[in-house]
Protein backbone atom coordinates (compact mmCIF):
# COMPACT_ATOMS: atom_id res chain seq x y z
CA UNK A 1 0.00 0.00 0.00
CA UNK A 2 0.84 3.71 -0.86
CA UNK A 3 2.47 5.52 2.29
CA UNK A 4 -0.18 8.40 2.42
CA UNK A 5 0.98 11.44 5.22
CA UNK A 6 -2.66 13.09 5.93
CA UNK A 7 -2.79 16.54 6.28
CA UNK A 8 -2.98 16.37 9.94
CA UNK A 9 0.48 15.59 10.05
CA UNK A 10 2.12 17.66 7.46
CA UNK A 11 0.61 20.48 8.99
CA UNK A 12 1.30 19.34 12.22
CA UNK A 13 5.21 19.04 11.11
CA UNK A 14 5.40 21.72 9.13
CA UNK A 15 7.16 25.06 10.69
CA UNK A 16 10.96 24.33 11.66
CA UNK A 17 13.52 21.98 10.71
CA UNK A 18 14.93 19.53 13.69
CA UNK A 19 16.84 22.43 15.44
CA UNK A 20 13.70 24.14 15.82
CA UNK A 21 14.61 26.98 13.64
CA UNK A 22 11.35 27.92 11.58
CA UNK A 23 10.49 30.39 9.05
CA UNK A 24 8.16 33.40 10.23
CA UNK A 25 4.57 34.63 8.82
CA UNK A 26 5.11 38.12 7.56
CA UNK A 27 3.27 37.98 3.86
CA UNK A 28 -0.05 39.14 3.64
CA UNK A 29 -2.62 39.34 0.85
CA UNK A 30 -0.95 41.92 -1.28
CA UNK A 31 2.40 40.62 -1.20
CA UNK A 32 1.06 37.77 -1.78
CA UNK A 33 -0.60 38.49 -5.01
CA UNK A 34 2.95 40.34 -6.09
CA UNK A 35 4.52 37.42 -5.17
CA UNK A 36 2.12 35.57 -7.99
CA UNK A 37 2.35 38.63 -10.23
CA UNK A 38 6.55 38.27 -9.88
CA UNK A 39 6.54 35.16 -10.09
CA UNK A 40 4.70 34.78 -13.23
CA UNK A 41 5.17 37.97 -15.78
CA UNK A 42 8.49 38.21 -17.16
CA UNK A 43 10.24 35.39 -19.99
CA UNK A 44 6.82 34.22 -20.92
CA UNK A 45 5.14 37.59 -22.41
CA UNK A 46 8.87 39.82 -22.57
CA UNK A 47 10.68 37.12 -24.72
CA UNK A 48 8.50 34.02 -25.07
CA UNK A 49 5.91 36.01 -27.14
CA UNK A 50 7.53 36.16 -30.09
CA UNK A 51 7.57 32.14 -29.86
CA UNK A 52 4.16 31.70 -29.49
CA UNK A 53 3.17 34.30 -33.07
CA UNK A 54 5.74 32.21 -34.63
CA UNK A 55 3.66 29.14 -34.03
CA UNK A 56 0.39 30.56 -34.06
CA UNK A 57 0.32 33.88 -35.80
CA UNK A 58 -2.50 36.80 -34.85
CA UNK A 59 -4.07 33.70 -32.97
CA UNK A 60 -1.99 33.32 -30.41
CA UNK A 61 -4.54 35.42 -28.24
CA UNK A 62 -6.67 32.28 -28.76
CA UNK A 63 -3.44 30.17 -27.42
CA UNK A 64 -3.10 32.25 -25.07
CA UNK A 65 -6.77 32.01 -23.78
CA UNK A 66 -6.51 28.41 -24.14
CA UNK A 67 -3.17 27.69 -21.96
CA UNK A 68 -5.08 30.15 -19.21
CA UNK A 69 -8.30 28.20 -19.34
CA UNK A 70 -5.49 24.90 -18.77
CA UNK A 71 -4.27 26.77 -15.90
CA UNK A 72 -7.52 28.22 -14.32
CA UNK A 73 -8.67 24.67 -14.07
CA UNK A 74 -6.05 23.63 -12.05
CA UNK A 75 -5.70 27.02 -10.15
CA UNK A 76 -8.51 26.57 -8.57
CA UNK A 77 -7.01 22.67 -7.44
CA UNK A 78 -3.99 24.48 -6.18
CA UNK A 79 -6.45 27.58 -4.33
CA UNK A 80 -8.55 24.60 -3.05
CA UNK A 81 -5.37 22.56 -1.60
CA UNK A 82 -3.63 25.76 -0.51
CA UNK A 83 -6.34 26.95 1.99
CA UNK A 84 -6.73 23.17 3.58
CA UNK A 85 -2.84 22.23 3.62
CA UNK A 86 -1.12 25.53 4.13
CA UNK A 87 2.18 24.29 3.96
CA UNK A 88 5.80 25.10 2.03
CA UNK A 89 5.74 21.72 0.09
CA UNK A 90 2.83 22.98 -2.59
CA UNK A 91 1.84 20.18 -5.51
CA UNK A 92 4.41 18.07 -3.74
CA UNK A 93 3.07 17.95 -0.36
CA UNK A 94 -0.85 17.98 -2.10
CA UNK A 95 0.45 14.97 -3.96
CA UNK A 96 1.81 12.88 -0.54
CA UNK A 97 -1.36 13.70 0.53
CA UNK A 98 -3.49 12.76 -1.81
CA UNK A 99 -1.28 9.67 -3.46
CA UNK A 100 1.59 8.81 -1.65
CA UNK A 101 4.90 9.13 -1.05
CA UNK A 102 6.23 8.02 -4.19
CA UNK A 103 3.86 10.11 -6.62
CA UNK A 104 5.07 12.46 -4.46
CA UNK A 105 8.94 12.01 -5.07
CA UNK A 106 7.93 12.43 -8.47
CA UNK A 107 6.22 15.26 -8.25
CA UNK A 108 8.92 17.15 -6.37
CA UNK A 109 11.26 15.34 -8.85
CA UNK A 110 9.44 17.17 -11.53
CA UNK A 111 9.45 20.66 -9.76
CA UNK A 112 13.01 20.54 -9.92
CA UNK A 113 12.99 20.42 -13.70
CA UNK A 114 10.20 23.04 -13.54
CA UNK A 115 11.68 25.16 -11.10
CA UNK A 116 15.67 24.83 -12.29
CA UNK A 117 14.82 25.42 -16.09
CA UNK A 118 12.76 28.18 -15.47
CA UNK A 119 15.60 29.55 -13.22
CA UNK A 120 18.00 29.04 -15.85
CA UNK A 121 15.78 29.87 -18.93
CA UNK A 122 14.74 33.07 -17.51
CA UNK A 123 18.08 34.04 -16.48
CA UNK A 124 18.84 33.65 -20.07
CA UNK A 125 16.20 35.87 -21.13
CA UNK A 126 17.45 38.38 -18.53
CA UNK A 127 20.68 38.60 -20.32
CA UNK A 128 18.52 39.62 -23.68
CA UNK A 129 17.05 42.64 -22.32
CA UNK A 130 20.06 43.64 -20.11
CA UNK A 131 21.95 44.07 -23.71
CA UNK A 132 18.76 45.80 -25.16
CA UNK A 133 18.46 47.92 -22.38
CA UNK A 134 22.88 48.91 -22.55
CA UNK A 135 22.48 49.92 -26.06
CA UNK A 136 19.20 52.23 -25.97
CA UNK A 137 21.55 53.79 -23.04
CA UNK A 138 24.43 53.57 -24.71
CA UNK A 139 25.13 52.82 -27.32
CA UNK A 140 27.11 49.58 -26.56
CA UNK A 141 26.55 46.06 -25.56
CA UNK A 142 28.06 43.41 -23.90
CA UNK A 143 30.87 41.10 -26.07
CA UNK A 144 28.91 38.28 -27.18
CA UNK A 145 31.47 35.75 -25.92
CA UNK A 146 30.29 36.75 -22.16
CA UNK A 147 26.34 37.50 -22.97
CA UNK A 148 25.67 33.83 -24.45
CA UNK A 149 26.27 30.49 -23.59
CA UNK A 150 28.66 27.78 -25.55
CA UNK A 151 25.95 26.58 -27.33
CA UNK A 152 24.36 29.72 -28.49
CA UNK A 153 27.94 31.05 -29.71
CA UNK A 154 29.52 32.68 -26.79
CA UNK A 155 31.85 31.55 -24.10
CA UNK A 156 29.72 32.25 -20.83
CA UNK A 157 26.51 34.51 -19.66
CA UNK A 158 27.48 36.43 -17.34
CA UNK A 159 24.31 38.64 -16.87
CA UNK A 160 22.38 35.33 -16.28
CA UNK A 161 24.85 34.04 -13.43
CA UNK A 162 24.76 37.72 -11.84
CA UNK A 163 21.09 37.64 -11.91
CA UNK A 164 20.73 34.48 -9.58
CA UNK A 165 23.24 35.54 -7.46
CA UNK A 166 21.50 38.79 -6.97
CA UNK A 167 18.59 36.52 -6.13
CA UNK A 168 19.96 34.07 -3.83
CA UNK A 169 21.37 37.27 -1.57
CA UNK A 170 18.02 39.04 -1.48
CA UNK A 171 16.30 35.47 -0.42
CA UNK A 172 18.94 34.77 2.17
CA UNK A 173 18.13 38.23 3.99
CA UNK A 174 14.47 37.50 4.95
CA UNK A 175 11.23 36.68 2.93
CA UNK A 176 9.74 40.18 4.13
CA UNK A 177 12.86 41.89 2.05
CA UNK A 178 12.36 39.64 -0.45
CA UNK A 179 8.52 40.65 -0.49
CA UNK A 180 9.04 43.88 -0.58
CA UNK A 181 11.45 43.56 -3.37
CA UNK A 182 9.14 41.09 -5.65
CA UNK A 183 5.97 43.65 -4.95
CA UNK A 184 8.41 46.93 -6.11
CA UNK A 185 9.52 45.17 -9.33
CA UNK A 186 5.69 43.94 -9.82
CA UNK A 187 4.75 47.28 -9.64
CA UNK A 188 7.30 48.57 -12.19
CA UNK A 189 6.31 45.69 -14.76
CA UNK A 190 2.70 46.52 -14.75
CA UNK A 191 3.44 49.73 -15.50
CA UNK A 192 5.43 49.08 -18.21
CA UNK A 193 3.28 46.25 -20.02
CA UNK A 194 0.25 48.77 -19.89
CA UNK A 195 2.31 51.28 -21.15
CA UNK A 196 3.44 49.15 -23.97
CA UNK A 197 -0.53 48.34 -24.52
CA UNK A 198 -1.72 52.05 -24.99
CA UNK A 199 1.79 52.73 -27.31
CA UNK A 200 0.94 49.42 -29.47
CA UNK A 201 -2.87 50.12 -29.80
CA UNK A 202 -2.19 53.82 -31.05
CA UNK A 203 -0.87 52.16 -34.15
CA UNK A 204 -3.33 49.25 -34.22
CA UNK A 205 -4.44 48.08 -37.72
CA UNK A 206 -7.00 45.53 -38.53
CA UNK A 207 -5.09 44.53 -41.66
CA UNK A 208 -2.53 42.99 -39.49
CA UNK A 209 -4.52 40.55 -37.82
CA UNK A 210 -5.11 38.82 -40.88
CA UNK A 211 -5.10 35.87 -42.08
CA UNK A 212 -5.37 35.63 -38.56
CA UNK A 213 -4.39 31.74 -37.88
CA UNK A 214 -2.22 30.83 -40.85
CA UNK A 215 -0.97 27.13 -39.64
CA UNK A 216 -5.21 26.29 -38.62
CA UNK A 217 -6.07 24.63 -35.52
CA UNK A 218 -2.60 22.66 -35.35
CA UNK A 219 -0.94 26.45 -35.18
CA UNK A 220 -3.07 27.03 -32.50
CA UNK A 221 -2.41 24.12 -30.54
CA UNK A 222 1.78 24.58 -31.00
CA UNK A 223 1.22 28.07 -29.62
CA UNK A 224 -0.81 26.54 -26.80
CA UNK A 225 1.91 24.24 -25.83
CA UNK A 226 4.50 27.33 -25.96
CA UNK A 227 2.14 30.35 -24.43
CA UNK A 228 1.90 27.92 -21.41
CA UNK A 229 5.54 28.29 -20.55
CA UNK A 230 4.14 32.13 -19.74
CA UNK A 231 1.61 30.82 -17.13
CA UNK A 232 4.21 28.91 -14.99
CA UNK A 233 5.11 30.09 -11.68
CA UNK A 234 1.25 30.60 -10.36
CA UNK A 235 1.69 27.40 -8.02
CA UNK A 236 4.91 29.25 -6.51
CA UNK A 237 2.17 31.26 -4.95
CA UNK A 238 1.22 27.64 -2.30
CA UNK A 239 4.52 27.61 -1.43
CA UNK A 240 3.95 30.52 0.50
CA UNK A 241 1.99 28.89 3.18
CA UNK A 242 4.07 28.92 6.29
CA UNK A 243 5.36 32.37 5.65
CA UNK A 244 1.71 33.90 5.22
CA UNK A 245 -0.09 35.65 7.92
CA UNK A 246 -3.17 33.65 6.96
CA UNK A 247 -2.77 31.14 4.43
CA UNK A 248 -6.33 29.58 4.23
CA UNK A 249 -7.56 32.40 2.95
CA UNK A 250 -5.29 34.91 1.63
CA UNK A 251 -3.70 31.54 -0.99
CA UNK A 252 -6.52 31.00 -2.59
CA UNK A 253 -7.73 34.38 -3.04
CA UNK A 254 -4.19 35.87 -4.52
CA UNK A 255 -3.97 32.41 -6.96
CA UNK A 256 -7.45 33.87 -8.12
CA UNK A 257 -6.49 37.11 -9.16
CA UNK A 258 -3.09 36.64 -10.30
CA UNK A 259 -4.43 33.99 -13.02
CA UNK A 260 -7.04 36.73 -13.93
CA UNK A 261 -4.88 39.90 -14.23
CA UNK A 262 -1.97 37.89 -16.05
CA UNK A 263 -4.67 36.74 -18.88
CA UNK A 264 -6.04 39.81 -19.49
CA UNK A 265 -2.31 41.28 -19.66
CA UNK A 266 -1.21 38.54 -21.91
CA UNK A 267 -3.82 39.09 -24.16
CA UNK A 268 -3.75 42.64 -24.42
CA UNK A 269 0.19 42.83 -25.02
CA UNK A 270 -0.48 40.19 -27.99
CA UNK A 271 -2.94 42.24 -29.55
CA UNK A 272 -0.80 45.51 -29.13
CA UNK A 273 2.08 43.92 -30.60
CA UNK A 274 0.97 42.06 -34.02
CA UNK A 275 -2.03 44.90 -34.07
CA UNK A 276 0.84 47.69 -34.49
CA UNK A 277 2.96 45.70 -36.46
CA UNK A 278 1.79 42.43 -37.46
CA UNK A 279 2.79 38.65 -36.85
CA UNK A 280 5.17 38.22 -39.36
CA UNK A 281 7.53 40.99 -37.33
CA UNK A 282 6.61 39.99 -34.02
CA UNK A 283 7.43 36.16 -34.98
CA UNK A 284 10.93 34.95 -34.15
CA UNK A 285 12.13 38.15 -33.17
CA UNK A 286 14.50 38.69 -29.76
CA UNK A 287 13.41 41.42 -27.62
CA UNK A 288 10.28 41.64 -29.56
CA UNK A 289 8.37 44.12 -27.14
CA UNK A 290 11.33 46.82 -27.46
CA UNK A 291 11.19 46.19 -31.30
CA UNK A 292 7.43 47.00 -31.52
CA UNK A 293 7.71 50.14 -29.56
CA UNK A 294 11.25 51.37 -31.62
CA UNK A 295 8.66 51.59 -34.65
CA UNK A 296 6.07 52.56 -33.34
CA UNK A 297 7.68 55.26 -31.82
CA UNK A 298 10.42 55.80 -34.62
CA UNK A 299 12.94 56.38 -31.48
CA UNK A 300 14.71 53.57 -29.16
CA UNK A 301 13.83 55.81 -25.92
CA UNK A 302 10.48 53.77 -26.11
CA UNK A 303 12.19 50.62 -26.49
CA UNK A 304 14.83 51.53 -23.54
CA UNK A 305 12.17 52.11 -21.19
CA UNK A 306 10.96 48.59 -22.19
CA UNK A 307 13.92 46.77 -21.88
CA UNK A 308 14.23 48.22 -18.53
CA UNK A 309 10.80 46.91 -17.50
CA UNK A 310 12.17 43.64 -19.40
CA UNK A 311 15.02 43.55 -16.99
CA UNK A 312 12.89 44.15 -13.47
CA UNK A 313 10.33 41.70 -14.69
CA UNK A 314 12.82 38.70 -15.40
CA UNK A 315 14.47 39.40 -12.22
CA UNK A 316 11.53 39.02 -10.21
CA UNK A 317 10.47 35.84 -11.86
CA UNK A 318 14.18 34.54 -10.66
CA UNK A 319 13.65 35.82 -7.22
CA UNK A 320 10.21 34.27 -7.13
CA UNK A 321 10.78 30.69 -8.38
CA UNK A 322 13.75 30.46 -6.49
CA UNK A 323 12.16 31.24 -3.36
CA UNK A 324 9.52 28.93 -4.29
CA UNK A 325 12.42 26.14 -5.74
CA UNK A 326 13.92 26.31 -1.95
CA UNK A 327 10.37 26.11 -0.11
CA UNK A 328 10.05 22.35 -1.78
CA UNK A 329 13.16 21.61 -1.45
CA UNK A 330 12.69 22.31 2.26
CA UNK A 331 9.33 20.22 2.54
CA UNK A 332 10.94 17.10 1.07
CA UNK A 333 14.53 17.40 2.94
CA UNK A 334 11.93 17.62 6.08
CA UNK A 335 10.48 14.57 4.85
CA UNK A 336 14.05 12.64 4.86
CA UNK A 337 13.27 12.28 0.95
CA UNK A 338 16.16 14.33 0.23
CA UNK A 339 19.34 15.31 2.34
CA UNK A 340 18.85 17.02 5.37
CA UNK A 341 21.10 20.29 4.66
CA UNK A 342 18.28 21.29 2.15
CA UNK A 343 15.84 21.90 5.77
CA UNK A 344 18.25 24.03 7.84
CA UNK A 345 16.65 27.57 8.30
CA UNK A 346 19.38 30.10 9.79
CA UNK A 347 18.07 31.54 13.30
CA UNK A 348 18.80 35.17 12.29
CA UNK A 349 17.44 35.38 9.14
CA UNK A 350 14.32 32.17 9.21
CA UNK A 351 15.38 31.46 5.79
CA UNK A 352 17.19 28.25 4.31
CA UNK A 353 20.41 30.06 3.52
CA UNK A 354 22.42 26.77 2.06
CA UNK A 355 19.26 25.41 0.12
CA UNK A 356 19.33 28.59 -1.57
CA UNK A 357 23.09 28.75 -1.84
CA UNK A 358 22.73 25.16 -3.39
CA UNK A 359 19.84 26.24 -5.60
CA UNK A 360 21.57 29.22 -6.77
CA UNK A 361 25.09 27.20 -7.36
CA UNK A 362 23.31 24.81 -9.33
CA UNK A 363 21.04 26.17 -11.62
CA UNK A 364 23.92 29.24 -11.98
CA UNK A 365 25.64 26.73 -14.23
CA UNK A 366 23.00 26.10 -17.02
CA UNK A 367 22.19 29.44 -17.18
CA UNK A 368 25.99 30.47 -17.85
CA UNK A 369 26.79 27.27 -20.21
CA UNK A 370 23.81 25.45 -21.87
CA UNK A 371 21.41 25.91 -24.16
CA UNK A 372 18.08 25.36 -22.99
CA UNK A 373 15.97 24.80 -26.05
CA UNK A 374 16.15 21.79 -26.26
CA UNK A 375 14.79 21.04 -22.92
CA UNK A 376 11.63 23.81 -23.17
CA UNK A 377 9.66 21.14 -23.72
CA UNK A 378 10.36 18.93 -21.36
CA UNK A 379 9.93 21.49 -18.60
CA UNK A 380 6.33 22.18 -20.28
CA UNK A 381 5.73 18.35 -20.05
CA UNK A 382 6.60 17.88 -16.64
CA UNK A 383 5.03 21.04 -15.32
CA UNK A 384 1.51 19.83 -16.76
CA UNK A 385 2.07 16.48 -15.26
CA UNK A 386 2.21 18.58 -12.12
CA UNK A 387 -0.56 20.16 -12.48
CA UNK A 388 -2.48 17.19 -13.56
CA UNK A 389 -1.56 15.64 -10.45
CA UNK A 390 -2.92 18.06 -8.72
CA UNK A 391 -6.07 17.65 -10.19
CA UNK A 392 -6.19 14.16 -9.35
CA UNK A 393 -5.06 14.92 -5.78
CA UNK A 394 -8.54 16.81 -5.25
CA UNK A 395 -10.30 14.28 -6.00
CA UNK A 396 -8.31 11.61 -3.83
CA UNK A 397 -8.50 14.41 -0.93
CA UNK A 398 -12.30 14.85 -1.49
CA UNK A 399 -12.83 11.04 -1.56
CA UNK A 400 -10.61 10.31 2.26
CA UNK A 401 -10.93 13.49 3.79
CA UNK A 402 -14.17 14.93 3.40
CA UNK A 403 -14.28 16.56 6.60
CA UNK A 404 -10.99 18.64 5.95
CA UNK A 405 -11.75 22.24 6.92
CA UNK A 406 -11.62 24.13 3.23
CA UNK A 407 -11.57 27.66 3.05
CA UNK A 408 -12.30 27.42 -0.71
CA UNK A 409 -13.86 24.21 -2.61
CA UNK A 410 -13.36 23.69 -6.29
CA UNK A 411 -16.81 24.66 -7.89
CA UNK A 412 -18.96 22.62 -10.38
CA UNK A 413 -16.61 19.48 -8.45
CA UNK A 414 -15.82 16.69 -10.19
CA UNK A 415 -16.14 18.03 -13.31
CA UNK A 416 -13.45 21.30 -13.17
CA UNK A 417 -10.63 18.73 -11.98
CA UNK A 418 -11.69 16.41 -14.32
CA UNK A 419 -11.44 18.84 -17.30
CA UNK A 420 -7.93 20.18 -15.64
CA UNK A 421 -6.73 16.46 -16.04
CA UNK A 422 -8.37 16.31 -19.78
CA UNK A 423 -6.54 19.77 -20.70
CA UNK A 424 -3.05 18.95 -18.97
CA UNK A 425 -3.26 15.70 -21.17
CA UNK A 426 -4.08 17.49 -24.24
CA UNK A 427 -1.12 19.61 -23.69
CA UNK A 428 1.42 17.31 -22.96
CA UNK A 429 0.08 15.03 -26.07
CA UNK A 430 0.97 18.49 -28.12
CA UNK A 431 5.18 18.62 -26.91
CA UNK A 432 5.57 15.23 -29.41
CA UNK A 433 6.86 11.93 -28.54
CA UNK A 434 10.22 12.83 -28.49
CA UNK A 435 9.32 14.88 -25.63
CA UNK A 436 7.75 11.95 -24.13
CA UNK A 437 10.36 9.84 -24.82
CA UNK A 438 12.65 12.05 -22.78
CA UNK A 439 10.01 12.53 -19.89
CA UNK A 440 9.73 9.00 -19.42
CA UNK A 441 13.63 8.76 -19.32
CA UNK A 442 13.66 11.33 -16.58
CA UNK A 443 10.85 9.78 -14.61
CA UNK A 444 12.66 6.68 -14.44
CA UNK A 445 15.93 8.57 -13.30
CA UNK A 446 13.83 10.27 -10.74
CA UNK A 447 12.06 6.62 -9.87
CA UNK A 448 15.42 5.08 -9.17
CA UNK A 449 17.07 8.15 -7.34
CA UNK A 450 13.68 7.41 -4.98
CA UNK A 451 14.13 3.75 -4.26
CA UNK A 452 17.95 4.55 -3.98
CA UNK A 453 17.77 6.92 -1.70
CA UNK A 454 14.22 8.78 -0.43
CA UNK A 455 12.42 5.10 -0.07
CA UNK A 456 14.86 4.13 2.63
CA UNK A 457 15.55 7.43 4.43
CA UNK A 458 11.79 8.45 4.56
CA UNK A 459 10.84 10.22 8.05
CA UNK A 460 7.35 8.55 7.21
CA UNK A 461 8.72 4.98 6.94
CA UNK A 462 10.09 5.76 10.32
CA UNK A 463 6.58 6.96 11.95
CA UNK A 464 4.77 3.83 10.72
CA UNK A 465 7.57 1.63 11.50
CA UNK A 466 7.00 2.80 15.11
CA UNK A 467 3.43 2.91 15.05
CA UNK A 468 3.22 -0.09 13.96
CA UNK A 469 5.05 -1.90 16.85
CA UNK A 470 2.67 -0.21 18.92
CA UNK A 471 -0.15 -1.32 17.07
CA UNK A 472 0.07 -3.95 14.38
CA UNK A 473 -3.60 -3.47 12.50
CA UNK A 474 -1.90 0.16 12.01
CA UNK A 475 -3.24 0.85 8.62
CA UNK A 476 -0.61 3.19 6.34
CA UNK A 477 -2.81 5.22 5.41
CA UNK A 478 -4.21 6.62 8.03
CA UNK A 479 -0.59 8.18 9.29
Known amino acids: MPRIKSPHLLLAESGADRAGHGLRRTMGLFQLICFGIGAIVGTGIFVGLSDSVAQAGPAVVVSFVLAAVTCVFTALSFAELGGAIPVSGSSYSFAYAGLGETTAFLVGWCLLLEYGISISAVAVGWSQYVNELLHSLTGLQLPHALSAGPGDGGVVNLPAVIVIAMAAVLLVRGVRESARATAAMAAVKLAILLAFCAIGFSAFKDGNLVPFSPAGLGGIGAGTTAAFFSYIGFD ?244
Open 236 to 479: AITTAGEEAKNPRRDIPVAILVCMGVVTLLYCAVALAAIGAIGGGQVAGRPAALSYVVNRVTGSTVGGGVIAFGAVVAIASVVLAVMYGQTRILMSMSRDGLIPRVFEKVSPRTATPVAGTLIVAAVFAVPAAFASLDAVMNLCTIGTLAIMAVVNIAVLALRRREPALARTFRVPLYPFVPLLGVGFCLYLMYETGWTTWLQFTVFLAVGLLAYLAYGRRNSTLATVVGAAADVSPELDPQTI
